[in-house]
């Protein structure tokens, strides 16, 4: 930071803190780039405050806390970037405070609870339940039946409704925009299953009080870098030591009743909609799923970025094979799917993000599961082999290996040791086994990811 140069803060710019009516689990960039910019740019803004809690590391209510909880939004494109002050979060906290959280849980007028803290935080098992067996959720559970705090989002968000029911608040709005499919019933789900074990008494409160919404959120959001800051303090007179870069696109679907009110998401760009599974199957299959295919072999090829791989014409060419594939399983227009894909493509060579592909190659145990695999599964029900989701499944695999972006992934620990058997067709079978049981006993698919793969360890750069 420059002594010279001021501090970004409310008093700074003369910016009124809003009431807090949202508190949000998860202040990470896409939050700042996504829901709370969209909260900012509603009409009704200055009545909904966001009070946002870390994720695993406190360094972003560090970081934000000096400035009030404003930051700066850079809106990039191939032809310049422009600033915004992003204020709807007034309050910032770290996640391990743990009364704080309970404490907006107990108004009232706090209406909303939104999350966005990836998929491995919802701790669900094979069968898409709450894993009981995981020793933080034991943990959790002899922690709310002794009103100590807890650890995981399944057990923050019960204690906070726990909270909520005691001080007799009302009704309120679980919204999780995480990329899950129905994340609302996921939501729902881990709740209650969690509730049915630490505390049955509060179910049926639950039942009746508790708006479990969906969302399907989109927009391409990059790690902020030491040059953001830099760029901030020259074009626009202060310090801000965590802006945040983003693309002009951002989409949020969102399907909910909200007993307790909401902003007017609605004039700020958020699509109300009765159900959103075709928005969430169109974006994590096409966008989601494209982006894990790059992340996975575009760093084989010596690429960093998104606007990098896909200027490759290889990693172009895998990319419309995958998309072949998925659209076909879809149930969308051809019309409506085509116009997407090149919306994509045009957002991908945006040369002004630039979309680390080491980042997006995080926490792939979680992601391919609901990124990929419907496709694969959708296509071989139909009788095809899926060259495109194969190409991802094969850099997943090489990714594993230790080629390609460093694996960064607390739910890859069985996909690993399979990934490190010898026999090449052997340790597919035990990664494509980790993604769904018996999937690695299709002799046809586990012959085509191999050959991929030793196509792809013939391109590393």
């Known amino acids: 930071m420059n002594e010279a140069t001021p501090r970004l803060t409310r008093a700074l ?8 009516r949202i508190v949000h689990l998860g202040l990470g960039n896409f939050h700042r780039a996504h829901q709370a910019w969209h909260t900012h740019k509603a009409p009704d803004a200055h ?11 406190p360094d972003m209510a560090r970081a934000l806390a ?17 600033f915004d002050v992003v204020r709807s979060i007034v309050a910032v906290h770290a996640s391990d405070e743990h009364e704080a ?7 009232a007028e706090v209406a909303i609870v939104t999350m966005t803290l990836t998929e491995h935080a919802y701790l669900r098992n094979e069968e898409g339940g709450l894993d009981s067996s995981l020793a933080e959720v034991t943990a959790d559970v002899e922690a709310l039946k002794d009103g100590r705090p807890v650890q995981t989002l399944p057990g923050r968000l019960l204690a906070g409704l726990l909270a909520r ?15 899950l499919p129905e994340n609302g019933d996921v939501t729902r789900r881990i709740v209650t299953d969690l509730a049915g074990i630490a505390a049955p008494e509060a179910l049926d409160w639950i039942k009746q009080n508790v708006d479990f919404a969906t969302s399907m959120v989109d927009r391409i959001t990059p ?26 696109f951002s989409e949020w679907v969102v399907s909910g009743t909200f007993p307790a009110g909401r902003p007017t998401w609605e004039a700020a760009g958020v699509q109300l909609a009765p159900d959103v599974a075709p928005h969430e199957r ?11 295919l790059l992340a996975y072999t575009g760093p084989l090829l010596g690429h960093r970025t998104i606007d990098e791989a896909i200027a490759d014409a290889r990693c172009l060419e895998w990319v419309n094979a995958f998309w072949d594939e998925a659209q076909r399983n879809l149930g969308l227009s051809d019309d409506l799917v085509g116009q997407y894909r090149q919306d994509l493509l045009e957002r991908y060579g945006n040369t002004g993000v630039r979309h680390h592909l080491a980042q997006i190659a995080y926490d792939g145990s979680q992601k391919l599961p609901v990124r990929t695999l419907p496709t694969v599964l959708a296509e071989r029900a139909a009788g095809r082999l899926p060259a495109g989701a194969a190409t991802t499944l094969a850099g997943w695999v090489l990714h594993l290996r230790g080629q390609g972006a460093p694996v960064q992934d607390a739910g890859a620990g069985a996909a690993q040791e399979a990934a490190g058997a ?20 299709d002799a046809e698919l586990v012959s085509l990811v191999v050959e991929r793969v030793q196509y792809l360890q013939g391109l590393v750069a």
């Open 13 to 20: 710019l003369d910016l009124p803190s809003a009431p807090v």
């Open 66 to 82: 000096p400035q009030d909880g404003l930051y700066t939004l850079i809106t990039r494109e191939s032809s310049g970037d422009t």
């Open 165 to 179: 029911r005691s001080a007799e608040a009302g009704p309120i709005t679980l919204l999780s925009c995480d990329n």
């Open 422 to 441: 010898q026999d090449l067709a052997e340790a597919v079978a035990g990664v494509l086994n980790t993604l769904r049981a018996g999937l690695g006993q």
């Open 101 to 107: 959280f309970l404490g907006y849980l107990r108004r």
């Open 223 to 248: 790690a902020t870098t030491d040059e953001d800051i830099a760029l901030v303090a020259r074009e626009q007179g202060y310090d801000d030591v965590s802006p945040v870069p983003t693309e002009p």
């Open 282 to 292: 169109r974006k994590l299959w096409l966008l989601n799923g494209s982006h894990s």
């Open 47 to 57: 009545d909904w405050g966001i009070a946002a809690f870390t994720g695993r590391r």
